[in-house]
């Protein structure tokens, strides 16, 4: 017995009966409903869907040209939970223009209009739901994760999705596996784990149903792994993970929820339906069991009695009964408008057609008030409702969740009621290579943008931007130090004309200028003798001349020079340097 579906079952009784007693919506009519176990298999769920569409007046679905004239069975069709059996009948109730509405099929798909043209949901498109995960990376620094799905519409799509938003977000997706449902999970699961150990991911997105999900974690307690594990809606508060032993020891685990409200008359209902069947089964005997009954769906519920009341009052059924609520009244409200009625009456009687095409149409444009809260659906037939963002505390080895945050097209968490389960109880870190420091740009190292060395900016070039992977070089006229993020005008310390320093360079320069004179002059009047011959002659003036070349250069560093002062300074002082020392080392060389 799938507790849980029955448990959504009797939230579909509970809604159409509070519509049947109340008589505001449908004033005049009442809501009839068959209900039937899909078995969370696609092959059990085609016969039924078939039986839908059969006419309402021969019970034969019968092969015509225009079906705009033909009233199925049955108005509109709500379920079923899964993506994958949605996917089975989707297409068929679509060409039928049958409203189909699913509180639980999240896979994005489902809002091509073209491919599902009547199908509507009440829980958020799983492209919102990844959007919002990826969101949760960003507002912590984590941009290295492994994503974990189970292999079949609902994972495989959601997996899909994740990589390629997080792509486009800059949050590398280390590795991604599949847990498998048709055959055995063991093996597979040891390889994820294997791989998410080997690339050292802290945080790990579990985009799974509840029941892989549930073979994944069971290994991962076995094996001690720890981390951040991000839950999608399917597995979030459900009842097989939550009750696995020793699943605290896993590290933190942040889930998604839809957003909805609680029924608070849900209980109260259903502890009454149970004593009623309590009693009408303690005055009849047992019916015999008989396989695939369809009088008798449920032999497992003869039994029923107030003892079983956990079957509503389990959270995940709690948190998705509004999703099941919200359906019923969506299309109790578009038989509402369509059949024209008021608070008192209905302008259509009960012999009025229905069909699917019209309540389609009038569907796509209701909006229903469901306990204060405006619910409608968009053009693409998603709700106007986003996610709860909670966190698994235990206390005391008791489990509680903790609201830590919500999105509705943004993002917005608490941080600070966020309790992490890490030695030192602060955010763990969960990157391929630590942050480049300033002056720093990345260089990538292999297939992954995340993983990268840090390289430092050389002078004259600067890190412009954090994101940047190449350091830009400095404008013209400007300069940076190693490891800069801006250049800036150069600062040049000039020596001024009035200092001391100055005066002193000019008196030994004038100095120098005389004795090198006083020397040229004596050579000059005795340039005939044998002396001054043997000391070079002619080349003697010019290693004079020189020298006072360089002595008159040493006045182009004075004061704030100018362009050609600059262009002179250095290539003069050299020249006259040079000939200088060439002369005395030619004439060294002679004697």
């Not at 079906?67 to 509109?76: F, L």
């Not at 073979?215 to 981390?227: D, L, M, P």
């Not at 839809?258 to 608070?264: A, I």
């Amino acid at each position: 017995l799938n507790e849980y579906g029955l448990g959504l079952a009797l939230v579909m009784k509970y809604a159409v009966d509070e519509i049947n007693a109340n008589q505001i919506l449908l004033p005049g009519f009442k809501l009839g409903y068959q209900i039937y176990d899909t078995c969370r298999q696609s092959v059990v769920i085609v016969k039924p869907t078939i039986s839908f569409l059969t006419a309402k007046s021969s019970k034969v679905l019968s092969v015509e040209c225009n079906y705009t004239n033909y009233e199925t069975s049955i108005s509109a069709v709500i379920g079923p939970y899964s993506s994958e059996t949605v996917s089975a009948i989707g297409k068929l109730l679509g060409f039928f223009l049958m409203p189909q509405i699913s509180f639980g099929a999240t896979s994005d798909k489902f809002s091509d209009k073209l491919l599902y043209p009547s199908f509507f949901r009440t829980v958020p498109s799983d492209k919102w739901q990844v959007d919002a995960m990826v969101r949760l990376l960003k507002e912590f620094n984590w941009n290295w994760v492994a994503v974990v799905g189970s292999e079949e519409e609902y994972g495989q799509q959601g997996v899909q999705e994740f990589s390629k938003i997080a792509e486009n977000q800059s949050v590398c997706v280390a590795y991604q596996g599949l847990i498998p449902i048709y055959t055995d999970p063991g093996p597979a699961v040891k390889t994820i784990i294997n791989n998410i150990e080997v690339t050292k991911v802290r945080v790990i997105v579990v985009f799974s149903l509840a029941e892989p999900a549930e073979v994944f974690f069971k290994e991962v307690i076995r094996r001690n792994v720890t981390g951040v594990w991000i839950a999608s809606t399917s597995w979030a508060i459900h009842r097989r993970l939550t009750s696995l032993p020793h699943i605290q020891t896993v590290g933190t685990i942040i889930a998604f929820t839809d957003r909805t409200q609680t029924l608070d008359l849900l209980t109260a209902y259903t502890q009454e339906l149970f004593i009623k069947l309590s009693e009408e089964s303690a005055k009849t005997s047992p019916p015999a069991p008989q396989s695939g009954n369809p009088d008798n769906p449920c032999p497992q519920c003869w039994n029923m009695s107030s003892a079983n009341i956990s079957l509503v009052t389990n959270p995940a059924v709690q948190r998705t009964a509004f999703s099941v609520y919200a359906a019923i009244y969506s299309v109790a409200q578009a038989l509402h408008n369509l059949l024209g009625c008021n608070s008192t009456a209905c302008k259509q009687g009960s012999e009025t057609k229905i069909y699917p095409w019209k309540l389609l149409e009038v569907l796509r444009n209701t909006s229903v008030d469901i306990n204060g809260t405006k619910f409608k659906f968009d053009s693409n037939g998603n709700p106007n409702i986003g996610y709860n963002v909670i966190e698994w505390v235990w206390e005391d080895s008791q489990l509680t969740f903790t609201d830590v945050g919500s999105f509705y097209e943004q993002l917005s968490i608490n941080k600070s009621l966020f309790k992490w389960h890490t030695l030192n109880s602060e955010v763990p870190e969960s990157t391929c290579s630590a942050k480049c420091g300033r002056g720093q740009v990345r260089r990538v190292k292999g297939f992954h943008s995340c993983c990268f060395d840090c390289i430092n900016c050389q002078p004259g070039t600067y890190q412009e931007n954090r994101e940047d992977i190449q350091c830009k070089k400095c404008p013209e006229g400007q300069w940076s130090l190693n490891s800069s993020t801006n250049c800036t005008e150069p600062t040049f310390d000039v020596l001024s004309w009035d200092t001391p320093e100055a005066l002193e360079m000019m008196l030994a320069g004038v100095l120098l200028l005389v004795c090198q004179g006083s020397v040229g002059v004596m050579f000059l009047k005795h340039r005939g003798t044998l002396l001054v011959k043997a000391s070079g002659g002619a080349l003697s003036f010019v290693a004079l001349l020189s020298l006072m070349g360089a002595c008159l250069s040493l006045l182009l560093f004075l004061g704030q020079p100018g362009d050609v002062v600059c262009r002179l300074q250095l290539p003069l002082t050299s020249i006259f340097q040079t000939v200088a020392l060439s002369i005395i080392m030619f004439i060294s060389l002679q004697v």
